[in-house]
C-alpha cells in the first residue's frame, strides 16, 4: 500500500518542479509582466487563418478583400457630459451599412487634466486604472516590451521612463501645466520636447500631420482594434478606440485625414486587445476592450487568440482623463 503513495508523491513532485522551472522560465525572459498574463490571463498566441476565415469578424473579411473599400464617414454625434469634456460616436459605412464606429472623446485640457501612467507588472486592466486613480477616462497608451515596460520614451507624473536612446520620427503626446498638444517629432528632438512635461508619451505612426499627410507605413492586411490621439483645429484634445478592425494604418490615416473630426494632427496608439476605453463622469458611462488583431507573416494571415480564456488585457501603460 506504500508503493502506489511514494510514486504518487514522486509524481506530483516532477509535476512541481516542472511547474517552478516554466515559472523561472516566463519570469526571466518576460518578468512579472510574463506571469501575470499567464496567471490572469492564460496567455495568447497566433493562429494561422485565412481571409475568409469565420474567425474573423464581417469587417475584417470585407478589409482582406483586393481592394477593400475605404468606409465613409456616418452622422458625427457629440454629448457633452460636462463642461469641457464631451463623449461622441462616429459610424464607418459601408454601402449604407455600419462595418465599424468610433467612440470618440473631446477635451479641453485647461479643465480637464490628461496624464500617463505605467505599471510594468501588468496588474491593472482599464477598470483597476479608473478606480486607483479616481479618472474619469481611461484608453491604453503607446507601446510597451515583452516585460511590460516602455518601449517608448514618456513622462509619467514628472518623472522620465522608457528608452534613453530612440529614434523618434513621428510624434509625441505632451502636457505641461493646463497645456495639451500633440507634437510633431519630424525636425524635432524627442528629449527636448519631452523635458519638463508633467505626462508626455512617444508614439508612432503619425496617422495626420498638420499638413494633412500620413507617415503611416505598412501591409494593408495588418488589422486591429485602433486606438488613436489628436487635436482638432480648436486645439481640443480627441481620443478615439474602433470598436471593430476594419482599419489598416494607412486606411485609418485616410480615414481620419477626410472625416468630420476636424484633426489638425493625430498619432496613432497602441491597438489590438489593448485598445480600451472606459468613461464614467457624471451619469455617462463607457466600458470597451478591443477582441481583434492580426498580422502577416511570410505571407501568412496570423490572428491573435487567447490560449485559455476570455478575459481582458491588463494595460502596462494608460492614458488618462482627470477632473482637474
Known amino acids: ?67 477593400p473599400p475605404p468606409g465613409e464617414a456616418g452622422k458625427l454625434e457629440w454629448k457633452e457630459i460636462a463642461p469641457g469634456f464631451e463623449a461622441g460616436t462616429l459610424p464607418v459605412l459601408v454601402d449604407g ?22 505599471s510594468p507588472p501588468g ?33 509619467a507624473d514628472g518623472k522620465r521612463y522608457g528608452p534613453e536612446e530612440y529614434d523618434a520620427t513621428h510624434g ?21 520636447v519631452l ?34 490621439v489628436a487635436e482638432d483645429s480648436e486645439g481640443r484634445i480627441i481620443i478615439g478606440t474602433t470598436t471593430d478592425a476594419f482599419f489598416s494604418l494607412n486606411r485609418l490615416a485616410t480615414f481620419l485625414a477626410n472625416s468630420p473630426l476636424d484633426l489638425d494632427i493625430a498619432l496613432n496608439l497602441d491597438g489590438g486587445p489593448v485598445a480600451c476605453q472606459a468613461m464614467q463622469l457624471n451619469g455617462f458611462k463607457r466600458d470597451f476592450c478591443g477582441d481583434w488583431e492580426i498580422a502577416v507573416d511570410d505571407e501568412e494571415i ?12 491588463t494595460l502596462p501603460i494608460v492614458f488618462a482623463v482627470m477632473e482637474r
Not at 451599412?97 to 505605467?118: H, N, P, Q, T
Not at 496570423?302 to 488585457?313: A, E, F, S, Y
Open 195 to 228: 523635458e519638463g512635461a508633467d505626462d508626455a508619451m512617444v508614439s508612432y505612426p503619425l496617422l495626420v500631420d498638420r499638413n494633412g499627410e500620413s507617415r503611416s507605413k505598412g501591409d494593408n492586411r495588418w488589422l486591429a482594434n485602433r486606438n488613436f
Open 172 to 192: 509625441a503626446f505632451v502636457a505641461k501645466g493646463d497645456e495639451a498638444h500633440i507634437v510633431d517629432l519630424k525636425d524635432r528632438d524627442w528629449q527636448e
Open 123 to 155: 496588474d491593472n486592466e482599464v477598470g483597476d486604472w479608473m478606480d486607483e486613480l479616481g479618472a474619469v477616462m481611461a484608453v491604453n497608451g503607446s507601446y510597451f516590451a515583452m516585460d511590460g515596460w516602455p518601449d517608448t520614451p514618456l513622462v
Open 302 to 313: 496570423k490572428l491573435l487568440t487567447p490560449m485559455i480564456g476570455q478575459k481582458r488585457w
Open 1 to 67: 500500500m506504500r508503493r502506489p503513495a511514494k510514486v504518487t508523491l514522486s509524481v506530483l513532485g516532477c509535476l512541481l518542479v516542472a511547474f517552478l522551472a516554466v515559472f523561472i522560465g516566463i519570469y526571466m525572459y518576460w518578468g512579472w509582466y510574463g506571469i501575470n498574463v499567464v496567471l490572469q490571463r492564460g496567455g495568447s498566441q497566433w493562429v494561422t487563418v485565412t481571409k475568409d476565415d469565420e474567425r474573423l469578424s464581417p469587417a475584417m473579411r470585407l478589409a482582406l478583400q483586393e481592394n
Open 97 to 118: 451599412k455600419e462595418v465599424d464606429s468610433f467612440l470618440l472623446a473631446r477635451i479641453d485640457a485647461k479643465r480637464f487634466k490628461l496624464v500617463v501612467r505605467i
